[in-house]
């Protein structure tokens, strides 16, 4: 409770609406207190005064009665049924909603079938029926406002019984023979509240605007009393001549709403968990880049020449480093393996180059991605997005979430095409056929057409792979893409990118987490430890005499090479959050040759064994390795 | 597809059996004598004696039901006293003016609302988000009636721009170009409310999708932000969007009455709340029944819309 006074709090609107609404209601509440003229004692004399008139602050009516009394007394009239409208919806609809979702079974089912029937309606036609069988006035616009408002709360407690109606606590309760009343007023209720209120700030200003309406219409409120409705169904003959009286209610209305409207949309971001973590931002079209620092030169002889790359997410006042100063590099029809655990930072560094991190809340904050000559980090969006899948294509996991559901296949690759406008209008259809039969989908003429979601998992891999091979790229980023998928496929996917690779000179940059799938396909391979690099080399040197503590860690739960999904769970410990890095060695924690130094800052990536690098001071298989490099 | 048309079209029967039984309950609950309550003012010994032969009232409730029912399966409405016309003729001549009304509006405020919570969504936090979330706050808490009232001072009034009421000029030819001219304040005033709450929901659910895997590959391929905004992210909303364009229908068609009566159309709501006022109960009843039925029928059309934009339903 408290923190959720605090969440409105924090919102000024919410806070606004809060204040005014107060306000609004504290005036009504002590209106009849306040030495105001009696609102409904007619005097003609005084017909359509103006505003600020000596005696009436805001004027008088076609009656010549005082409109700041009215329009007091109005507010007071329209607030109360509104809230009670709001209220004896509430009750009644959370009520047989509980009823509803606590029994189930048949009656549920007709419980249900009959709001059905009724949220069947456009919701006037309900509220005029009920007036037009009980008769004009205000109580009985007020049932009618209640009653058209009952199914929508019945239908939403309903949810969220049927959901509390089967949990523990609830069987707990039943068979300590608890009877049914009390379960659902003891436990269900309590839990259906937060959505009750929900419910109700969300609708009661809207209860507010029709009872409103009908007593506008003539069928609320009656002649002398007037709401503020009835205050605006009065003025309107005279709208021309004095707008004033229609004026005065009429923001008054707009007022008490608009405040509700505000105080409701705080209550319900509040209430809900979802919002409160501000997961509901949008990534933008490319990653937000502040780099402070000096950017580095390029490397000679690379294709793709990552370097001090850094990225971090800024969530509030937290930055996580996710990728903590990376150097990679690929040359041309290389295929270079990046390795580690979830959370590495692997995945981040390889969509930083295109600028693909999620941001907000990423930023990429310092480095260089040089890509023949062009660094990709400080190049402007429509530079990267030419580059994008012409030049560097990505490979995604699990292609069910990435390919885009409601287009078929084929669109999604010829849309591949003409991003860059790579494909004839004609030829297009013919193009794409041809490369989904280059990653081997039988059918290709029929698979074309299909969604991704009448695939299998490995076939939407294979239209993933057709989908980055469409514009002949020079760099393919795959980043686990045979994760989701079983042995036999896994290996199909992985002799088709070796074979690709093979034949088109990609060079390819492989994520994994597996050290088997980067035995079967890479040349190179990069281990990464918490956002850095702790290990390269040449796959088979790296394999053979791992040198960093990790690695060996990494490669020892490997039972067999390519043998299906492994998990690498038997390092003990966690790897260390990326908001709050230790100094020195990471790994220091989970290592077993950690010694004083390793957690004196910093430890560099150092030179081993020839064409190796490591980021340890006591490398394993110091003697083997340097042996084997001579 | 024709067949889901027709499983669709089958699965209403119960539904407009239901609406038909809720509106009779509900004029049932109507105190006193029936056939007085329905003839009011008119109840001469004859009238009662004739209205009862002709609508069972002086049989017991399910009996009149199913007579009631029965009637108006061969398009008999009943009688409106007040007007001393068929119920049903009343109702359709009152229709099409309503139809052109709330079908413009419903046009405006989807295309509006969808326009505008995409470009909020896109902007996330910009300017445009702020403007735009800011007129929709005011536009879903204006009540329309006075919304339509200042409208008509200002625009219709003070600049004169457009008539002030009415659906036709009083002299000169019925021109599509007169009726536009009309129509255009009636129909944005009455679209503002569902302009907003609809602008709300297409924003939260672009953001929602926009944040989907797919929306990355998309990047990823090279596709221009503009082109994944408004196809790939738009295609994937319209999805949480069109059940609640459906919704909102429901609330242009209910809104229609307020803005027939501030704007003088001649239209269905009209028409039923004169008939509440001069206790037209039958000519109520007919009306009632008669538009809830068309909104059944037009959610059908939605579902459809839905599962021919979603491959994923099964037709
Ligand atoms: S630097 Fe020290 S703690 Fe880190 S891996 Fe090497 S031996 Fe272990």
């Not at chain 1, 009520?95 to 079974?105: D, R, S, T, V, W």
């Amino acid at each position: 409770m408290r923190d959720f006074l605090r969440l409105l709090a924090r919102n000024q609107l919410a806070l606004a609406g809060l204040i005014v609404l107060s306000a609004v209601v504290l005036l009504a509440l002590v209106t009849p207190l306040l030495p105001l003229q009696a609102p409904n004692v007619t005097n003609t004399g005084d017909r359509f005064l103006p505003p600020f008139t000596e005696g009436h602050l805001l004027g008088t009516d076609h009656l010549g009665r005082d409109l700041f009394s009215r329009l007091m007394y109005g507010t007071r009239l329209s607030l109360a049924v509104g809230f009670a409208a709001a209220v004896i919806a509430a009750v009644l609809g959370a009520a047989i909603g509980i009823l509803a979702g606590y029994y189930g079974g048949r009656t549920d089912n007709v419980i249900m079938r009959g709001v059905d029937m009724l949220m069947a309606f456009p919701y006037i036609l309900l509220a005029l029926a009920i007036v037009a069988a009980l008769g004009p006035g205000l109580l009985n616009a007020l049932v009618a406002v209640a009653a058209v408002n009952i199914p929508f709360f019945a239908r939403n407690i309903r949810g969220i019984t049927v959901g509390i109606a089967h949990k523990e606590f609830v069987d707990a309760a039943r068979l300590s023979g608890m009877g049914d009343m009390r379960i659902m007023l003891g436990e269900v209720l309590p839990n259906v509240i937060p959505v009750i209120v929900i419910a109700m700030s969300t609708t009661v200003g809207w209860m507010i605007l029709e009872t409103a309406g009908l007593s506008f219409l003539g069928l609320g409120s009656q002649p002398p009393v007037a709401d503020l409705g009835s205050m605006l169904g009065e003025a309107r003959s005279a709208l021309i001549t004095n707008p004033h009286t229609s004026v005065v209610p009429g923001v008054m209305i707009l007022i008490i709403v608009m405040a509700i409207n505000l105080l409701g949309d705080g209550i319900r971001d509040a209430l809900d968990p979802r919002l409160r973590s501000g997961a509901l931002t949008r990534p933008m079209a490319a990653t937000t880049v502040r780099r402070d620092g000096p950017v580095p030169e390029a490397r000679e002889g690379a294709l793709l020449d990552i370097r001090e790359l850094q990225t971090q997410f800024h969530v509030k006042k937290r930055v996580y480093r996710a990728v903590g100063g990376v150097d990679l590099e690929v040359k041309p029809g290389e295929c270079l393996g990046l390795i580690g655990e979830s959370g590495s930072g692997k995945s981040v560094t390889a969509l930083s180059v295109m600028g693909l991190v999620a941001s907000p809340p990423g930023v990429i904050t310092g480095g260089r991605v040089d890509y023949k000559g062009t660094d990709l980090i400080g190049a402007r969006y429509e530079q990267l997005r030419t580059l994008r899948g012409r030049e560097i294509a990505y490979i995604f996991q699990d292609p069910l979430a990435t390919l885009h559901p409601l287009y078929k296949v084929g669109d999604q690759l010829i849309e591949a095409m003409t991003a860059h406008g790579r494909a004839p209008k004609e030829g297009a259809r013919q193009k794409a056929i041809e490369l989904l039969k280059s990653v081997r989908i039988p059918n290709a003429e029929k698979r074309i057409d299909s969604y991704p979601h009448e695939m299998s998992g490995g076939m939407r891999q294979r239209a993933g792979i057709a989908m980055a091979l469409a514009n002949d790229p020079e760099v393919i980023i795959a980043d686990e893409p045979t994760t989701a998928l079983d042995v036999t496929v896994q290996a199909q996917i992985l002799s088709l990118l070796d074979d690709l690779r093979r034949s088109r000179g990609l060079a390819i940059i492989f994520i994994t987490h597996d050290f088997g799938v980067v035995a079967q396909l890479c040349d190179r391979v990069a281990v990464m430890y918490a956002g850095r690099i702790v290990e390269e080399g040449p796959t088979a040197e790296v394999l053979a005499t791992p040198a960093h503590p990790y690695t060996k860690r990494l490669i020892a739960c490997v039972p067999e090479l390519g043998e299906g999904r492994r998990k690498l769970a038997a390092i003990p410990g966690l790897p260390p959050p990326v908001d709050d890095l230790p100094p020195g060695c990471a790994f220091a924690p989970r290592c077993a040759k950690a010694t004083p130094a390793c957690t004196e800052p910093p430890i560099e990536l150092m030179p081993f064994a020839g064409t190796r690098a490591v980021r340890c001071i006591h490398p394993e298989n110091d003697a083997a390795a340097r042996e084997a490099a001579e | 597809m024709g067949s889901y048309i027709l499983k669709r079209l089958l699965s209403a029967i119960p539904v407009l059996l239901g609406i038909s039984v809720i509106v009779f309950l509900i004029m049932a609950m109507i105190p006193g004598d029936p056939a007085t309550a329905i003839l009011g003012s008119y109840a001469t010994p004859e009238n009662v004696a004739r209205i009862n032969r002709d609508l069972g009232l002086d049989q017991p409730l399910v009996a009149r039901y199913f007579i009631w029912l029965g009637n108006m399966l061969t398009g008999d409405f009943g009688r409106s006293f007040s007007l001393n016309r068929p119920v049903l003729d009343e109702v359709l001549d009152r229709f099409g003016a309503t139809m052109i009304l709330a079908g413009t509006a419903f046009v405006l405020c989807s295309i509006l609302g969808v326009a505008a919570g995409v470009v909020s969504a896109a902007r996330q936090y910009g300017f445009a988000d702020k403007a735009i979330t800011f007129v929709v706050l005011i536009g879903i808490s204006i009540p329309s009636f006075f919304l339509g009232m200042m409208m008509i001072l200002i625009f219709a009034v003070n600049l004169r721009w457009f008539p002030v009421s009415g659906m036709w000029p009083i002299y000169g030819g019925r021109t599509l170009w007169s009726l536009l001219d009309h129509l255009i304040m009636p129909a944005l005033a009455l679209a503002v409310v569902a302009t907003g709450v609809i602008a709300r929901l297409a924003r939260s659910a672009m953001l929602e999708v926009l944040r989907q895997d797919y929306i990355r590959t998309a990047r990823a391929k090279g596709v221009h932000e503009r082109s994944v905004i408004w196809r790939h992210a738009l295609r994937a909303a319209m999805v949480s969007i069109i059940p609640v364009l459906g919704i909102q229908a429901g609330f242009v068609l209910s809104g229609a009455v307020y803005i027939e009566i501030v704007f003088q159309w001649p239209g269905v709501g009209r028409m039923l709340v004169d008939a509440i006022l001069t206790r037209d109960i039958l000519l109520v009843q007919g009306g009632v029944v008669f538009v809830a039925a068309c909104y059944v029928l037009f959610n059908i059309a939605v579902d459809v819309a839905q599962s021919l934009l979603d491959p994923r339903i099964k037709t």
